[in-house]
Structures are given as structure tokens and as C-alpha cells.
């Protein structure tokens, strides 16, 4: 039994099966798709709030430290994500490499995992989404009805009909095309990174020095602050992180990580990109090094024009231009919060629907929803389904104590991908590699190690969550997807492999 459940499917089978005129997607994305898709995703509510949490608790100016430690972190999981990528340009993401390095089981859970990841990060954000446009529509003096609008603390029940609709409207748009998409999102993301820089330009003539002194506080910055060391780290090995001085910085790295969760999506689009090998490794980490070089700077510019310890938790960015008489950016930077949210919940929907129709062509799920639309060769069934059901999601569910799982269904994948490339590495040297993870096994270590670290910091509750989770996915795998694999049903000659082209 043990056998079957481990049982690989070749890099060459999954690369075949792409070719299956009914499963294939259609390949219209470049390098600069890819990047855009990236920046697209990691910008979003990070960047506008997280900097005044941790510089007003942990770290004050060295935050910018913070975020090139977090960087670091992401970019050794990048490295890994951009050679399998490269290696298996298949949709799928984690769970395709997983299938190719670990086996069907394994492949399965980390399938079933990013399935909640993206459902939730897309209602999560589109409720954020929501609430931005609420806030510019209470400016401008309209005002939502209070059973339409966002449910978090409201005193009768509602639906939040902004939050339903840009998730259907997003649904639409992928059901059309990935080359609609990829032109959409690039003219969000030139609006947001315009807003972001004009940001950082305008908060550059506002900085004085004397709010970099000191730029490693040495001490506590804020008695009252509420404390990030994390319970379950105490309980493991009897101490937590200083929140102060060089420690400081490390507590503060694995709270901004969360600002890039969302790189790892890019790879769920291999399949749809004309030169994989190529592009694949460029999109990935080219967006990394454009998004923490904008956190780097906006960290910079806002302890700059605030000391760190004024800085305000929920809007330290739109304070820190009122506090300095500057009160109209306060708009500008929900305005650009808001159109940046946008594409952050295009591509987490994105992203979902390919991890399930790459498990649905695998016959894990059923394979109905594997068949691709006949003119705009999307994967049109899985889309609408899951659109559907997070609008529901997110206009009745308010969902903020769920958000914590998306993170650690991302740090899971990022263990499961770096293992992968280790045995992948061992298993098939020779499979050509158009980008190969630099010092392996090291690198690879180093990122399950990083990740491992990150996970230890979130709550329990959060683990008792995924885990039950994880057991409903175990629950349907050993109930459906085991007996209808279709690898296994190869295996047992009851369905022959494809070849060039030909159905299976």
C-alpha cells in the first residue's frame, strides 16, 4: 500500500499530458506577464500597514532590515520554485513538483492545501477590497447600507455585495483568457506601483534625521505594544525572540514575510507561458527583487518622516503624511491600496484554479472539470465553481481569523517545493535544467529551515485549523482520488498514457 501511495508520475508523462487537446491551456504569457503577475500579487496591504506594526514594536528604522531579511527567506524558496518551474512546466505548482518528487500522496496534501490557501487568501482580500472602497465612498459622502456592506462588527447580518462582486467579475475575466488577465493586471499594477512611488518620492522631502536616532533601538520601543513573541516557541524551547535591538529585527523579518506571500503563485501559470524554461525563473524572482526593493524604500521614507515610535499601526503610511500637514496623501494611498488589492485577488483566484485543474486532470478530483473551454482554452468548469462559492465566502463570512491560514498553507508549500528539488536532484539527474538552484543541498535546506522557523511563530490555533483541514483532505483522498487516479489506473493497463497529443 505504502507503494501506491508514494507512487511518482515521470516529468515526462506530465509534460505529455499538457499536450491532450481537451486538458491543454493555452500558452500566450511572457517574462514580463509573469513579473507583472508577481508584483501584481506580493503588493497589497502589506506594504501600506505592516511597516508601522513592526518598526512602532520591534525594530523602529532598521524595519528596512527586516524586509531584506524576509526577502532573503523568499528568495531561497525562489530559487527552488524557479528550477522546478523550469523543470515542469506544468499547472500546478507545489502540488505538480510534489507528484514528480515525492509522490501521489504527498502531492495530494500539499494539492489540497493551496486549494485553501488561494480560496481564502481571495475572500480574505476581496473583504479587504471591500472596505477600502467603503472608506473612499464614505469620503466622498455616500455611504454603503449597513446589510450590504462589511460584516466585521456589524450588528445585523448582511452580505458584502463589493466583496461577491469583484470576485465574479475577476471570475469572468478568467474564463475569457490568461492574456486578458495578464493586460488587466498589468495596467493595475502600473497604477500601483506609480502610487507607491509617488509615495516614496513625496515622503523623501519630508524625512528628517533625527528620526533615524537610533536606528537599532536598543530597548523595548513601546512598553504598551503588543507583544509578537509567539506562545508556542516559549512552550517548545523555553524562550522567545527580543522584541529590541538585532533581535528586533529577526522578530520583526517573520511578521513583513507574510507582506510577499504570493510569488510562489506565478508558478501555478508555467503551462501558459510560451518559453517556461526561460521565463519561468525571470518572473519569479525579477518580482521578488522589484517588490523588496519598494518595501526596503517605503520603510525608509515613513520612519523617516515619523519617529518610530509616533507611527501609527493601522495606517502608519496615510498618518505619517497627515502628521507631517500633508493630509490629501491619506486618500491617494487608499486609492492605491484598494486598485493594488485588485489584482492581488485576480491572481490568488488564478492560482487556485490551476493547482485544481492540474489535480482534476491527474483524476484526483473529477475529471470533468479538466476539460478546457473549446475557444479560449481556460479551464472555464473549476473557475466558475470556485468563483462562485468564495463570493459566497467572502459577502457572508467574515474571515479575518482565517486569514492566518494562508500563511501557513504558503510556508508548507515552500518545505514541500525545497524538499523536492533535493530528491528530484537525486532521483533524476538527468533531466535538463534551464535553471538550476544554486548549492544544493543547501539552499534548499536552508529555505525548509527558514519556512519551518516562520511556521513555528504563528499561533496555535492556526495549527489546529490546518490540521483538521488536512484530515478532511486525507478523508477524500483514501475515499475518491486514490481509487480514481489515473496514474493508477495506467499503471493497472486500464488507461493508456498519452502520447504527443492523443486523448488518454
Known amino acids: 500500500m505504502s507503494s501506491t501511495l508514494f507512487r511518482t508520475k515521470k516529468v515526462e508523462q506530465s509534460i505529455l499530458d499538457t499536450e491532450e487537446p481537451e486538458h491543454a491551456l493555452k500558452k500566450s504569457l511572457s517574462a514580463l506577464d509573469l513579473t507583472v503577475f508577481g508584483v501584481g500579487v506580493i503588493i497589497g496591504t502589506g506594504i501600506f500597514v505592516l511597516t508601522g506594526t513592526v518598526a512602532k514594536n520591534n525594530a523602529g528604522p532598521a524595519t528596512a532590515l527586516a524586509f531584506v531579511a524576509a526577502g532573503v527567506a523568499c528568495a531561497l524558496a525562489a530559487l527552488c520554485y524557479a528550477e522546478f518551474a523550469s523543470t515542469v512546466p506544468v499547472a500546478g505548482s507545489a502540488y505538480t513538483f510534489s507528484y514528480a518528487s515525492l509522490g501521489e500522496l504527498p502531492a495530494w496534501i500539499i494539492g489540497w492545501d493551496l486549494v485553501l490557501e488561494f480560496a481564502l487568501g481571495t475572500a480574505v482580500v476581496a473583504v479587504g477590497w471591500s472596505g477600502y472602497i467603503q472608506s473612499l465612498m464614505d469620503n466622498a459622502g455616500w455611504s454603503m447600507p449597513a446589510a450590504l456592506g462589511s460584516r466585521e462588527g456589524a450588528d445585523v447580518f448582511g452580505f458584502d455585495i463589493l466583496a461577491a462582486a469583484l470576485v465574479l467579475v475577476l471570475t469572468a475575466i478568467l474564463v475569457i483568457g490568461m492574456k486578458l488577465s495578464a493586460r488587466i493586471t498589468s495596467v493595475v499594477v502600473a497604477i500601483k506601483v506609480t502610487v507607491v512611488l509617488v509615495v516614496i518620492v513625496a515622503g523623501a522631502f519630508l524625512i528628517e534625521g533625527k528620526n533615524y536616532d537610533p536606528f537599532i533601538p536598543k530597548e523595548k520601543p513601546v512598553e504598551a505594544g503588543a507583544s509578537l513573541d509567539s506562545p508556542l516557541i516559549?512552550?517548545?524551547?523555553?524562550?522567545?525572540?527580543?522584541?529590541?535591538?538585532?533581535?528586533?529585527?529577526?522578530?520583526?523579518?517573520?511578521?513583513?514575510?507574510?507582506?510577499?506571500?504570493?510569488?510562489d503563485v506565478v508558478a501555478t501559470a508555467a503551462e501558459e507561458t510560451k518559453n517556461p524554461q526561460r521565463d519561468m525563473p525571470r518572473g519569479i524572482l525579477g518580482s521578488l527583487v522589484i517588490c523588496t526593493t519598494l518595501y526596503v524604500l517605503v520603510s525608509i521614507v515613513v520612519t523617516g518622516m515619523q519617529h518610530y515610535s509616533q507611527l501609527s499601526v493601522d495606517a502608519p503610511l496615510a498618518d505619517a503624511f497627515k502628521a507631517t500637514g500633508h493630509p490629501w496623501y491619506a486618500g491617494f494611498i487608499s486609492f492605491g491600496a484598494a486598485v493594488g488589492l485588485t489584482t492581488v485577488c485576480m491572481i490568488l483566484l488564478l492560482g487556485q484554479t490551476r493547482v485544481f485543474f492540474a489535480m482534476s486532470r491527474d483524476g484526483l478530483l473529477?475529471?470533468?472539470?479538466?476539460?478546457?473551454?473549446?475557444?479560449?482554452?481556460?479551464?472555464?468548469?473549476?473557475?466558475?465553481?470556485?468563483?462562485?462559492?468564495?463570493?459566497?465566502?467572502?459577502?457572508?463570512?467574515?474571515?479575518?481569523?482565517?486569514?492566518?491560514?494562508?500563511?501557513?498553507?504558503?510556508?508548507?508549500?515552500?518545505?514541500?517545493?525545497?524538499?523536492?528539488?533535493?530528491?528530484?536532484?537525486?532521483?533524476?539527474?538527468?533531466?535538463?535544467?534551464?535553471?538550476?538552484?544554486?548549492?544544493?543541498?543547501?539552499?534548499?535546506?536552508?529555505?525548509?529551515?527558514?519556512?519551518?522557523?516562520?511556521?513555528?511563530?504563528?499561533?496555535?490555533?492556526t495549527w489546529v485549523r490546518f490540521a483538521i483541514w488536512m484530515a478532511a483532505g486525507f478523508l477524500v483522498y483514501f475515499l475518491y482520488g486514490r481509487s480514481h487516479s489515473l496514474l493508477a489506473r495506467r499503471e493497472a493497463g486500464e488507461e493508456q498514457p498519452s502520447a504527443g497529443g492523443g486523448r488518454a
Open 366 to 461: 473529477p475529471r470533468f472539470f479538466s476539460r478546457v473551454h473549446p475557444r479560449f482554452k481556460t479551464p472555464h468548469r473549476p473557475t466558475i465553481l470556485l468563483g462562485v462559492i468564495i463570493a459566497v465566502l467572502a459577502g457572508f463570512t467574515p474571515l479575518t481569523e482565517l486569514a492566518a491560514l494562508v500563511n501557513i498553507g504558503t510556508l508548507f508549500a515552500f518545505v514541500v517545493v525545497a524538499i523536492g528539488v533535493i530528491i528530484l536532484r537525486k532521483s533524476r539527474p538527468d533531466l535538463p535544467r534551464s535553471f538550476r538552484t544554486p548549492w544544493v543541498p543547501v539552499i534548499p535546506i536552508l529555505s525548509v529551515c527558514a519556512s519551518l522557523w516562520l511556521m513555528i511563530n504563528l499561533p496555535a490555533e
Open 234 to 263: 516559549q512552550l517548545m524551547f523555553g524562550w522567545a525572540p527580543s522584541n529590541f535591538g538585532v533581535m528586533g529585527i529577526f522578530t520583526a523579518a517573520s511578521v513583513v514575510f507574510f507582506a510577499f506571500i504570493g510569488f
